[in-house]
């Protein structure tokens, strides 16, 4: 079997991938992603592979007979999640697996990390050397606030959001979630995309996990922001082609919402005089939430561990596809 | 029954408190605390009180002779925790209570969010433009962590400890607290100060919430520091007075600390050329941790609560002596 990888991987996590597929043959490409997110240009090694990790050039796919499973480096394939490719890989047989397991813990820390900080004022008290009693100290102490007994509504409810209601669960927080298709076994309240508003005018915290694909372009749009609840914060981890930007720097200087965390947006990183760079209240990390250390090696780990299921001809873990 | 008062409050606050105690007599001080923290200054109104809620001047306990019960607007209570004054009020039967339910939640979600900020490395994150690929970005993302399966020593074991070990039951931590007088009843591992160097070597965060008192004066010195596990991260939502600066500043220069975050120092705030301003991945927010919105508010609510405690003669809540 030969097992293709355009990921791009520490020495250490590259020597225990090809051990991992010992005796089967691994094909290391020429070609490695600059990240593991990045796409990797197409690369002549993948026609021959019946398995591929890592970010292999969707185009590639119809041109390799023998490919069987594409297993993605990332939570995130929206170069993937494309009709075409859909159909592809139905008709082929295809199967699609990605690496939201690996990325749902510090995604969903990253995510609370924002919470909190927004919750204590972190950017302002940090930058504060003010003493106890002055105008500046009660105006931050008064604005401090708890994030128990508030209220979130969490857009999308994939393994970040579920692990994210987890973390919540001892702030007695009133937690809500979209889901396209509730399947009745969620473990908190879920409201569909249809019936979204009340649910936006309610919460306290407005968390986006959304993925990127034709349905979700600028799913939080005008309309969206103004039904949110006025001081309300919004958070984006998910992708930022999913949010009207212009509109969201807009509600943050109207002071319609009190701020807007922000992992991801469009493009990555925004020009430093685009609108949101400028908006009050706007707090942006460089796409840094799915990092942790030997990122590589629990990537490796995962897929290897799927590889063994796949031996064994048994269902894979995080399909997609 | 006449009720004296000193604390400063919002007016609606205020005007909650004198309802509350009706049909008692409430004589609020001329010399109000510049905040919930403050010393007020001697008041002769105090002399006729039978309670005294805010922060009494001690010295004139002595004077007061129909005093019963002093309820403290602070957590913190170092200007009372004084052998003669802890002599005073027990062979006066003064009982004396504090404000730590009032503070527990946010102070223990204010040292989370240090947690969770440092984990998630916020601070420069926040502060980066970077793209996706750049040797900064990398450095960003493998240099990020997961608190999930870390090691966290809680310094102290009162309400603001217990409600933190509480927030951390969903990261799979092994938490460990250190407890002078242990109960046995506890729900974390405890160490006594005794046994305490084992688990400073063993904690990836040291969090301290000790109260400032002639036996935690320097608690945490040169000794102890050095004594933490090479890259540990230290937090400080206790007392200042409790470190020793000098010492925690040079173990951040020398980074055998990989940081610390701090919302107490000595003084408060520090100058602008102090040590622990200069030194590298020193975070420090100017003692907010107890902010929250509505402040006044709940210090008045869990008063009066105790106030019908005190009327109904049962034991009161949050009882310090």
């Known amino acids: 079997m030969k097992i293709f990888s355009d990921a791009k991987l520490e020495p250490a996590a590259a020597e225990n991938l090809r051990d991992g597929v010992t005796p089967h043959e691994l094909l290391i490409s020429k070609y490695l992603g600059a990240s593991v997110l990045a796409k990797a ?46 159909a592809l890989a139905t008709s082929r047989g295809i199967v699609v697996t990605n690496s939201s397991s690996v990325y749902a813990e510090s995604c969903a820390e990253h995510a609370f990390a924002f919470m909190l900080a927004q919750s204590r004022r972190l950017p302002k008290a940090l ?42 669960a001892p702030f007695q927080m009133q937690i809500t979630a979209m889901r396209r298709a509730p399947r009745g076994d969620e473990s908190v309240k879920i409201v569909t995309p249809e019936n979204l508003a009340p649910a936006l005018a309610a919460a306290d915290h407005i968390v986006s996990v959304l993925p990127e694909n ?7 749009d005008r309309e969206k922001l103004a039904a949110m609840k006025s001081g309300a914060i919004f958070y984006n981890i998910g992708r930022g082609a999913t949010v009207d930007q212009q509109a969201l720097a807009e509600a943050l200087h109207s002071s319609h919402l009190a701020a ?42 995962h897929f290897l561990a799927n590889f063994q299921l796949y031996v064994a001809g048994t269902a894979l873990r995080d399909r997609i596809m």
């Open 41 to 86: 240009a197409p690369d002549p090694a993948f026609g021959e592979a019946e398995i591929a990790f890592g970010q292999p050039d969707p185009g590639s796919v119809e041109n390799s007979d023998n490919l069987r499973w594409v297993h993605l480096s990332s939570a995130g394939f929206t170069r993937y999640d494309t009709p075409e490719f859909r």
């Open 127 to 168: 930058a504060s050397q003010t003493a106890s009693g002055t105008p500046e100290w009660f105006q931050l102490r008064t604005t401090s606030s708890e994030l128990r007994g508030q209220s979130v509504l969490i857009l999308g409810y994939g393994s970040i959001a579920q692990r994210l209601a987890e973390m919540l």
């Open 214 to 220: 034709e349905a979700s372009r600028h799913f939080i």
């Open 260 to 301: 807007a965390w922000l992992d991801v947006t469009d493009p990555e990183p925004l020009p430093a005089d685009h609108a949101l760079r400028l908006a009050p209240h706007c707090f942006i990390t460089p796409h840094t939430a799915g990092g942790h250390r030997d990122e590589s090696g629990t990537l490796v780990r």
